[in-house]
Every structure is written in structure tokens, then in C-alpha cells.
């Protein structure tokens, strides 16, 4: 009896034993991808059809909302006229990232996945997983509030028809209607919206690109007219003093209006359907960085020169600046040029989160469905379906925007995740993918910097938050700078294929210093909602991803190319 009980309990252990083995082959396994594919005729790929201006296009469409006629004014009110250095110094901060994802773009060209795939490449699966899971539940949720958002802008400018002001019930597009102690919020509009952008995106990606080209342009363009406006109507008194409370403001103003630039990123997203994505990827990316940024500028100069920043209003200060100027006019286009971007960012984020989940699907770690691309539309029309339905629930059932303090966990994880990926690719050219115990000692070596990094980031984040002295700050930035000093001097480099991103180490390291450090601005419960959604993911991974999952390393990219008349 005593040995049926002892055999019993070594078979529970070598099972025991066997599934942790298996979960850490799995996990730590990494994915080989060339760094080019050649074109095929099937009918499973996506199709060519964008090109560098419709690529940039889909990163300003991506990148500017309604927030540009909202968040410029909010910050400006506590930096002063000095909230204009706060956009540059966030978008310098993301050219930096943007060179990143330039280099993996021009590297992996026909490589659908983004973030998720060079984690997949540069990593190990699990990594990849758990990158694809906090991305993902940023854009479920920032789908469904922009939906809300702009359903509230559709109804206020069909107000705007006298028969139908203050005759808009709140179910229909303004909120909601409450019900259950606010627990449901019904909004009607806000589904049918994104139901009418998911089949934009079914058709295919020729028709979304033009509705996006069309929309992003007429948003710009207002964009311009507003400057050039407003220009008249500036008072350059209004701008002294420049930094009013202060320089410590002004980099506050930067960590917030950071995530103003946030959608860069989407390009990469777009690699499978680029006409000629190695050379126009990463000029997609850092050309829609640049209009941004000039963009951002230019209305930070014209709010706070025609108001004095103190006066500037709370909930729609741009739109107020020009009504106290006598220019009603001008308000009005502000809320079409609010339609027109926030239908952008919803269209765009949309087109994104299906291609990402077009990505798992081929590599096994979601349902095979999730990877069928519709033979005739050339679209993941069921991955473009599945992300639809999921905004339009949570769009149209509950008030999202109360999540909207654990957003932007994703953003930061897959920016810092990608500047990590850039540094160690360029280990595995000289390396030899790790397959010597010298060569893991190294790699191992170098990640633990790269991790040092992040922690100094994130300490220093922390001390800057909670206002303790600067010494301390001083002390993680030194060794953060030791940190990416051992990065530099202990390892060996190679430049990459295609574009490559200037001085690394050293420009991926200020990236994930930076970008922990704005993580640390976060809301706590955003950390929260990191640490939980990380325990989620490993979950759904050993049960169902580390037994699916396929990373084939002779896999051969199949799309097609753009008919001959549209590359020229």
C-alpha cells in the first residue's frame, strides 16, 4: 500500500515536473524571421496598396484626436505659454522611440505584428504574449471611449439642425443613460459609429486608407486654418512670462502630453500592406511624427497668444479662445475637425488591434480563425469583425471613460519593449543566436543592463512623483548611465539591413528610461492593472498559447503586390 502511494505520488511529480518543463521550452522559445519575404499570388496575404503619403496619413490620423483642440489648453494652464517646450520635449522623446520602430520596420518589411512580433523575434514568446495582451487591452478600451466621444461630437453638431437642439436623448449619443447606479451607461450611437467603420475596414484597405487620407486631410487642414486664424489675434504680451509657475511644470506638461503623440506606432502595424515597406515604413513613421509635433506647436503658440494662459477655459479652451475673439465661426469648425480626428484615431486603432490579432492567430497562440484573410478583400475580416464587436460592447453598454487612468500601460510597455528589441538584434548578428554558453552569458549580461535601465527609469519616476530631494533622482540617473556605459563597452554591435536607428545603445536606453519614467506617472492603479493583467496572460498562455503556438522558423510571408500602375 505504502509503494502504490510513494509510485502515485513520483508519477504526480515527474507530471508536475514535466508540465513546468514544457511551459518554460515553450515560453523561452524564440521566433526566426528573414528580414525579407518575396511576393506570392495566393489568395491568403494582404495586399500592397499603401504608400509613403498614405502612411504617414495613417500616423497623424492615428496620432491627432480631438485633443489637439483640448489638451493643449488644459496643460497650458498650468506651464503657462511654456507648454510649447512641453510638446517639444515630448516629441523629441518620441522621434526617439520612433527611430526604433523605424529600424524593426525597415528590418522585418513584410512582417505583420509590430511590437508584438519584434518582441516574438528579439525575446521569446511569452514576452511577446504578455506585450500583445496590455497593447490590446489599451486599444479595446481607448476604442470604445473615442467611439463614446465621438458619438457625443455627432450629436452636438446634429443639434446644430434646429428641430433637433436639446431634442437628443442621452442614450443616443450624449454619455448615456444611466442605469443599475451607473453600473450600465446605453449609448446607442457610439455602435452603430464603430459598425460603420468596421465594415469600412472589411472592404478593404484601399477603401479605409481613402476614407482615413480624406478625413486626416480635412482634419489638418482645419488644423491650419485655425493657426493661420488665430495668428491674427495674437497678443505676444500674452506669452510673458514664458514659464509662469515654473521650469518643473513644464517637464510635468511634458510627461502628460506625451501620450498626445501616441499612434506613431501604427504604421508598423501596416508593414504586409506597404507597397515598398522597407524604404517607406520608417519614413511613414518619423514623416507623421514630424507633422505632429509641428501641428501641436503651432496651436500651443496661437492659445496662449490670443488668452492669457490663466484664462484659458477647462473643457474646451480652444474653441473658447476664438468665441471670445468675436470668431464663433471657428468653433464650429473646431468640433468638425474634432469629428474628423477622433473618427481617424477610432478608424486607424481599429485597423491596428486586427491586424495584431491577424498576427497571433498565424502564430498559434490565438484561434487559427483569427488568421483567415478574405480571399477577395484581402482583409482579416474576422479578427477586423471580433475587434468591432468588442468596442461596440464596451462602447455601447458602460462608461469607459471612467478606465481612461489605466490607459497608455500598453503604449509605454510596447515603446520601451521595442527599444530593447533594437538593442539586442543587433547582439544576435555577432552572437549567433545564443547558441554557446559564452554567447548566453552575454546576452543574459545585456539584458540585465537593459533591465537595470527600466528599474532606474521607474525608481526615478517615483522620486520625481512624490517630490523627494533631487539627489536621489540623481543617484538612479548615474546608475542608469553605468547600466547603458556596460551596454555600450561590453557588447558588440552590427548594423542592420535597411534604416538604422543612430547611436545604440544609447538612444533605446534614454527610450526606456523615459518611458518607465512616464510609467511611474501613471496612475497607481494602472500598476495595478499591469501586474494583473500579466498574471491573466501567463495564464491564458499555459493553458492554451505555450500548446498552440507555432513559431515556424522557415515561415514564408505571403502577400501581394499592389497592381503595377499603383507602385508607380
Not at 510638446?87 to 508584438?116: H, T
Not at 514630424?290 to 477655459?313: D, E, F, K, Q, R
Not at 527610450?511 to 492603479?525: G, K, R, T, V
Request: proline letters at 4%; hydrophobic letters at 50%.
Amino acid at each position: 500500500m505504502a509503494s502504490t502511494m510513494d509510485d502515485s505520488r513520483n508519477k504526480d511529480a515527474t507530471s508536475s515536473s514535466t508540465c513546468f518543463s514544457h511551459f518554460c521550452s515553450s515560453a523561452l522559445r524564440a521566433k526566426t524571421l528573414k528580414s525579407s519575404s518575396s511576393a506570392n499570388n495566393s489568395s491568403d496575404g494582404l495586399i500592397r496598396r499603401l504608400g509613403v503619403f498614405d502612411l504617414i496619413l495613417l500616423g497623424v490620423g492615428a496620432s491627432i484626436g480631438a485633443g489637439i483642440f483640448v489638451v493643449t489648453g488644459t496643460v497650458a494652464r498650468d506651464a503657462g505659454p511654456g507648454v510649447t517646450i512641453s510638446f517639444i520635449l515630448a516629441g523629441a522623446s518620441c522621434v526617439l522611440n520612433a527611430l526604433c520602430y523605424a529600424e524593426l520596420a525597415s528590418r522585418f518589411p513584410a512582417i505583420v505584428g509590430g511590437a508584438y512580433m519584434y518582441a516574438y523575434t528579439a525575446f521569446n514568446e511569452i514576452t511577446a504574449f504578455l506585450v500583445f495582451m496590455q497593447l490590446m487591452l489599451d486599444y479595446h478600451i481607448g476604442a470604445a471611449s473615442i467611439a463614446r466621444s465621438l458619438a457625443s461630437y455627432v450629436a452636438t453638431i446634429f443639434e446644430l439642425i434646429p428641430a433637433l437642439k436639446g431634442n437628443i436623448p442621452p442614450w443616443v449619443g450624449h454619455g448615456g443613460q444611466e442605469f443599475f447606479g451607473g453600473t450600465l451607461s446605453i449609448n446607442i450611437l457610439a455602435p452603430i459609429l464603430l459598425a460603420i467603420l468596421t465594415v469600412i475596414l472589411c472592404l478593404g484597405v484601399g477603401e479605409s486608407s481613402a476614407v482615413n487620407s480624406f478625413m486626416t486631410a480635412a482634419k489638418v487642414v482645419i488644423v491650419i486654418f485655425v493657426i493661420i486664424v488665430g495668428s491674427f489675434k495674437v497678443d505676444v504680451d500674452n506669452w510673458s512670462p514664458f514659464a509662469p509657475n515654473g521650469v518643473k511644470h513644464i517637464f510635468t506638461g511634458a510627461t502628460v502630453v506625451f501620450f498626445a503623440y501616441v499612434g506613431f506606432d501604427a504604421v508598423a502595424n501596416s508593414a504586409e500592406e506597404s507597397k515598398r515597406p522597407q524604404r517607406d515604413l520608417p519614413i511613414g513613421i518619423l514623416g507623421s511624427l514630424l507633422v505632429c509635433v509641428v501641428l501641436y506647436v503651432g496651436v500651443c503658440l496661437v492659445i496662449t497668444g490670443m488668452v492669457p494662459y490663466n484664462l484659458l477655459g477647462e473643457d474646451a479652451p480652444l474653441s473658447e479662445a476664438f468665441t471670445s475673439k468675436g470668431l464663433k465661426y471657428v468653433s464650429i469648425l473646431i468640433s468638425i475637425g474634432a469629428v474628423a480626428g477622433l473618427t481617424t484615431t477610432l478608424l486607424v486603432g481599429l485597423y491596428v488591434q486586427s491586424r495584431l490579432y491577424l498576427g497571433l492567430g498565424r502564430d498559434g497562440l490565438l484561434p487559427s480563425i483569427f488568421a483567415k484573410v478574405h480571399p477577395i478583400r484581402h482583409t482579416p475580416i474576422h479578427s477586423q469583425i471580433w475587434v468591432g464587436i468588442i468596442a461596440a460592447v464596451l462602447g455601447g453598454l458602460f462608461n469607459v471613460h471612467i478606465l481612461s487612468h489605466i490607459l497608455s500601460v500598453g503604449s509605454l510597455t510596447g515603446y520601451s519593449v521595442v527599444a530593447a528589441c533594437v538593442v539586442t538584434l543587433r547582439w544576435k548578428n555577432n552572437t549567433g543566436n545564443r547558441v554557446s554558453s559564452k554567447c548566453i552569458s552575454t546576452w543574459c549580461e545585456g539584458v540585465l543592463c537593459i533591465f537595470l535601465v527600466a528599474c532606474c527609469g521607474f525608481a526615478a519616476g517615483v522620486l520625481y512623483r512624490f517630490g523627494t530631494h533631487f539627489i536621489f533622482m540623481i543617484v538612479a540617473v548615474v546608475i542608469a548611465i553605468m547600466a547603458c556605459a556596460a551596454l555600450c563597452f561590453r557588447q558588440a554591435y552590427s548594423d542592420p539591413p535597411g534604416f538604422s536607428c543612430p547611436w545604440v545603445p544609447i538612444v533605446p536606453s534614454v527610450c526606456i528610461f523615459f518611458n518607465i519614467f512616464l510609467f511611474a506617472q501613471l496612475h497607481y492603479e494602472a500598476w495595478i492593472r499591469f501586474i494583473i493583467l500579466s498574471i491573466v496572460s501567463v495564464g491564458i498562455y499555459a493553458f492554451y498559447g505555450q500548446y498552440h503556438a507555432n513559431p515556424r522558423s522557415d515561415e514564408t510571408i505571403i502577400y501581394h503586390m499592389a497592381p503595377e500602375e499603383d507602385r508607380h
